[in-house]
């Protein structure tokens, strides 16, 4: 009982530093109780972010490199090699894809964004990805701080044959990067690595396609005219953009928005970025993926928004002559084996995922493989060499 008013007169007899000042302007006060506010919703916001965001990690089977067949890896190098050895049709993609998609695919979309394009004013009707509904002035901000770029260069573009490199664990172990490397255009997806994999996947890099989360957090192309295509999921990817651009940090307030911890720079030159024109995003889902359309919702996202990877082939149609996916498809009847080439996660963590419809996706691709518009060479959307014993 003593011992208690003791603490008690201590806490009531506190020393003049620690009793508010009655002479302390109230404005002060009210700003150190904001500030207070602040700090407090900071940390449960982190906290919160921290909940969400964690996720056990689930590992695959350790590779074994020994795991592939050589009969198999001969096999699919040579149907690579065949298709660089093929004559190379200029528009042939673009052609075929009008042909089996007619009326729906329009052959003339520009793919990326400049300052000198002229911009559908349907494009500010719907939200990113789909459009950039409200970002006029954010775009345009954005546009201005890229350089001009070069205007009236007369080339005869030779045909081009682009490959599309997606994730996918079966591009381990089939050494197949010498052969990447020979396209005209290779397209890598978000951050998947090239270092310490270049025999599977190749060493060269075109274009780097990702939205903020899934870049690299550590840059690893050296190609020096790389170009890093943003995909603007939502509206705070402007922000980081335009981070990454003019080589600023992110504000704490944009880097709560982010639902994955994102690059903090981008080692390239302002007129190496480039805003991929969502029209290529409306046509690919809306029109040839045939998705719903979207709309808004407070909470989660509809399964109509198409992967990067589905996007960058259709983006590949309108960049390249001939079209190659590489790494694509998930056997999800194989559970355990890996997920992606440069890591453990498993297969049926995509299981998981909400987002996408990757059954829908799957399908879409598989129908261009079978008409022969693209090439799948590495079999995991449809295979069209796995069948033969000698190529
Ligand atoms: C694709 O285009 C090429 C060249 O225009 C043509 O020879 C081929 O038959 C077309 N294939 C399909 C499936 O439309
Ligand atoms: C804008 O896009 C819509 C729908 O794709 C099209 O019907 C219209 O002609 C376009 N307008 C212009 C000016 O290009």
């Given at each position: 009982m003593r011992l208690r008013q003791t603490t008690l007169n201590a806490v009531w007899n506190r020393k003049p530093y620690e009793v508010?000042?009655?002479?302390?302007p109230r404005a002060m006060v009210l700003y150190r109780g904001i500030f207070r506010i602040g700090i407090v919703f900071t940390v449960f916001i982190i906290t919160l972010r921290w909940f969400i965001l964690y996720k056990a990690p689930s590992e695959s089977r350790p590779?074994?490199?020994?795991?592939?067949?050589p009969n198999y890896v001969e096999i699919v190098q040579k149907f690579v090699s065949k298709v660089l050895q093929q004559e190379c049709i200029p528009s042939s993609v673009r052609k075929n894809m009008s042909v089996l998609f007619s009326g729906k695919?329009?052959?003339?979309?520009?793919p990326f964004l400049t300052k000198d394009t002229i911009l559908n004013?349907?494009?500010?009707?719907?939200?990113p990805p789909f459009g950039f509904n409200n970002l006029q002035h954010k775009l345009e901000e954005i546009l201005s701080l890229f350089p001009d770029l070069p205007k009236n260069k007369v080339t005869v573009e030779p045909c081009k044959r682009c490959v599309v490199v997606?994730?996918?664990?079966?591009?381990?172990?089939?050494?197949?990067g010498h052969l990447l490397d020979q396209f005209d255009v290779i397209i890598r997806l978000n951050n998947a690595p090239v270092k310490d994999f270049s025999k599977d996947v190749?060493?060269?890099?075109?274009i780097r396609m990702s939205y903020p989360e899934g870049?690299?957090?550590?840059?690893?192309?050296?190609?020096?005219?790389v170009l890093f295509v943003a995909v603007i999921?939502?509206?705070?990817d402007f922000n980081w953009l335009k981070a990454m651009v003019t080589k600023e940090q992110l504000s704490l307030f944009d880097w709560i928005f982010f639902w994955q911890e994102v690059a903090?720079?981008?080692?390239?030159?302002?007129?190496?970025f480039r805003i991929l024109n969502p029209e290529i995003v409306i046509q690919t889902a809306?029109?040839?993926?045939?998705?719903?359309p979207p709309r808004w919702k407070l909470w989660g996202q509809d399964q109509n928004v198409p992967t990067v990877g589905v996007i960058a082939s259709i983006m590949a149609t309108y960049l390249c002559d001939e079209v190659s996916l590489a790494g694509f498809g998930y056997d999800l009847s194989q559970p355990e084996a890996p997920l992606h080439y440069y890591e453990s996660t498993r297969m049926d963590a995509m299981k998981s995922q909400t987002m996408h419809n990757v059954d829908t996706e799957r399908q879409f691709l598989a129908s261009l493989v079978k008409a022969g518009v693209i090439k799948d060479l590495t079999g995991g959307i449809h295979c069209t060499f796995c069948k033969m014993k000698t190529l």
């Amino acid at each position: 009982m003593r011992l208690r008013q003791t603490t008690l007169n201590a806490v009531w007899n506190r020393k003049p530093y620690e009793v508010p000042n009655k002479n302390m302007p109230r404005a002060m006060v009210l700003y150190r109780g904001i500030f207070r506010i602040g700090i407090v919703f900071t940390v449960f916001i982190i906290t919160l972010r921290w909940f969400i965001l964690y996720k056990a990690p689930s590992e695959s089977r350790p590779w074994e490199q020994n795991s592939i067949d050589p009969n198999y890896v001969e096999i699919v190098q040579k149907f690579v090699s065949k298709v660089l050895q093929q004559e190379c049709i200029p528009s042939s993609v673009r052609k075929n894809m009008s042909v089996l998609f007619s009326g729906k695919y329009k052959p003339y979309i520009l793919p990326f964004l400049t300052k000198d394009t002229i911009l559908n004013d349907t494009i500010f009707q719907y939200f990113p990805p789909f459009g950039f509904n409200n970002l006029q002035h954010k775009l345009e901000e954005i546009l201005s701080l890229f350089p001009d770029l070069p205007k009236n260069k007369v080339t005869v573009e030779p045909c081009k044959r682009c490959v599309v490199v997606g994730s996918g664990g079966i591009l381990r172990g089939l050494e197949l990067g010498h052969l990447l490397d020979q396209f005209d255009v290779i397209i890598r997806l978000n951050n998947a690595p090239v270092k310490d994999f270049s025999k599977d996947v190749g060493t060269r890099t075109t274009i780097r396609m990702s939205y903020p989360e899934g870049s690299p957090k550590i840059w690893d192309d050296f190609d020096p005219d790389v170009l890093f295509v943003a995909v603007i999921y939502k509206r705070v990817d402007f922000n980081w953009l335009k981070a990454m651009v003019t080589k600023e940090q992110l504000s704490l307030f944009d880097w709560i928005f982010f639902w994955q911890e994102v690059a903090g720079s981008i080692p390239i030159k302002p007129s190496q970025f480039r805003i991929l024109n969502p029209e290529i995003v409306i046509q690919t889902a809306m029109d040839l993926l045939q998705l719903p359309p979207p709309r808004w919702k407070l909470w989660g996202q509809d399964q109509n928004v198409p992967t990067v990877g589905v996007i960058a082939s259709i983006m590949a149609t309108y960049l390249c002559d001939e079209v190659s996916l590489a790494g694509f498809g998930y056997d999800l009847s194989q559970p355990e084996a890996p997920l992606h080439y440069y890591e453990s996660t498993r297969m049926d963590a995509m299981k998981s995922q909400t987002m996408h419809n990757v059954d829908t996706e799957r399908q879409f691709l598989a129908s261009l493989v079978k008409a022969g518009v693209i090439k799948d060479l590495t079999g995991g959307i449809h295979c069209t060499f796995c069948k033969m014993k000698t190529l």
